[in-house]
């Protein structure tokens, strides 16, 4: 059915012979690219055989570097002439009798106050939060979007569960009335699904298109250092901001959506197990409360053990700079197992804070995955109790 949907023919260009085909995600359908139907025939083709360089497409044209670049540096500079472009405010004066005034001041008189432009300093700093916002802001709310339906349909389904068991507990019920239920938990669970896969192609794409600006930005940025300048910016520094503080960035574009989302999610359940099970909810509440502080604590000492990470892994980068600069005179000395053992030395105690965070990340990850069985079974025993208290 989606391939008898008509879509835009490609506009024909001459493509040369080390030039890629375009990609079929510009001339799909709305439906194609929503069950991603135009993959089909690199799925078919690495079926077939071993995938080649020659069997890849192009990218899409909004995700060149050269596309991207081009509107981040149009919104950077726009920031950057903002923070920096000096401001005139009007200043009084006073004027005697004795001073010189300017042919363009008209109606000079003794005791009459002039007005004058003084220029200001720059006003505040480039904030470059805003130049992705203004950038990237439309992919950004197309994945919030999709994710906002993603949660609204996961509430969904527990509510047909349970008419699918009151039908099944009821007999008087038509028949047809069960297949219709079957149907909506199809068809909801099969929304949910394609609303989750296109919110994390949406907030992939937002998160390589951020990195792709921002390792340009920084690239150009390198090219024009004064001596000043490189003195206090390593390249170390500068290759760590290209190929690690950027890729933080484009991560945060998948899990930023948390900020706003998981309130909403805490809420509605909240909500709808109270509807449920009456106040006995608290008590999962309460569980989570008192793992908050724990993960809140493991949060804090990750934080700071990545900062350490990286300073270590700007001293190592530093100095492996250093050994490959110098590599001549290293070798007419025969330094090299000094300067080996130095470089070690620091990866040590880097490898050492990564080994500590990742039993931090541990204790984090089975804390939350034992969470729902804690709030789960404190929960059910809350709620069995109150019944019998009930009866009683």
């Given at each position: 059915v989606l391939v008898l949907i008509p879509e835009p023919l490609p506009t024909p260009v001459h493509r040369g012979e080390d030039e890629r085909r375009a990609c079929p995600e510009e001339r799909a359908s709305f439906l194609s690219r929503l069950t991603w139907w135009w993959m089909n025939g690199l799925v078919w083709r690495g079926w077939r055989k071993v995938l080649e360089d020659s069997d890849l497409t192009d990218l899409n044209e909004v995700d060149k570097s050269q596309k991207v670049a081009a509107i981040f540096n149009k919104n950077w500079k726009q920031e950057l002439?903002?923070?920096?472009?000096?401001?005139?405010?009007?200043?009084?004066?006073?004027?005697?009798?004795?001073?010189?005034?300017?042919?363009?001041?008209?109606?000079?008189?003794?005791?009459?106050?002039?007005?004058?432009?003084?220029?200001?300093?720059?006003?505040?700093?480039?904030?470059?939060?805003?130049?992705?916002?203004?950038?990237?802001?439309?992919?950004?709310?197309?994945?919030?979007?999709?994710?906002?339906?993603?949660?609204?349909?996961?509430?969904?389904?527990?509510?047909?569960?349970?008419?699918?068991?009151?039908?099944?507990?009821?007999?008087?019920?038509?028949?047809?009335?069960?297949?219709?239920?079957?149907?909506?938990?199809?068809?909801?669970a099969i929304l949910q699904s394609l609303c989750l896969h296109q919110y994390y192609n949406r907030a992939l794409t937002l998160g390589m298109r951020v990195r792709t600006a921002l390792i340009a930005a920084i690239y150009n940025k390198s090219l024009c250092l004064s001596n000043l300048a490189r003195r206090s910016s390593t390249v170390g520094e500068i290759v760590n901001m290209m190929s690690v503080d950027s890729q933080c960035l484009a991560d945060l574009c998948t899990f930023i959506h948390f900020l706003w989302f998981a309130p909403l999610q805490v809420f509605l359940t909240i909500l709808f197990l109270w509807l449920t099970m009456g106040p006995s909810v608290f008590a999962?509440?309460?569980?989570?409360?008192?793992?908050?502080?724990?993960?809140?604590?493991?949060?804090?000492?990750?934080?700071?053990?990545?900062?350490?990470?990286?300073?270590?892994?700007?001293?190592?980068?530093?100095?492996?700079?250093?050994?490959?600069?110098g590599i001549k005179v290293i070798k007419l000395y025969a330094w090299e197992i000094p300067f080996q053992r130095i470089i070690m030395a620091v990866r040590g105690q880097e490898l050492g804070v990564l080994r500590t965070a990742a039993y931090l990340s541990a204790i984090i990850a089975s804390?939350?995955?034992?969470?729902?069985?804690?709030?789960?079974?404190?929960?059910?025993?809350?709620?069995n109790h109150m019944i019998c208290c009930t009866i009683t």
């Open positions: 002439h903002k923070a920096c472009a000096p401001t005139s405010v009007p200043i009084t004066r006073y004027v005697t009798l004795n001073e010189d005034v300017s042919e363009d001041v008209q109606d000079v008189t003794m005791g009459v106050h002039l007005k004058e432009p003084r220029p200001l300093p720059r006003r505040r700093e480039p904030s470059l939060l805003s130049a992705l916002v203004k950038s990237f802001w439309q992919p950004f709310l197309t994945s919030g979007v999709f994710k906002l339906l993603t949660d609204l349909l996961s509430f969904v389904n527990p509510f047909i569960l349970k008419l699918m068991l009151d039908f099944a507990s009821d007999g008087t019920q038509q028949a047809w009335l069960g297949y219709v239920y079957a149907t909506m938990f199809f068809v909801t999962g509440v309460g569980v989570m409360i008192l793992l908050t502080p724990i993960n809140a604590a493991v949060a804090y000492f990750t934080e700071k053990l990545q900062i350490k990470q990286m300073t270590y892994k700007d001293t190592r980068t530093k100095l492996t700079n250093e050994v490959l600069n804390t939350w995955t034992c969470a729902p069985f804690f709030v789960r079974a404190w929960l059910h025993h809350c709620f």
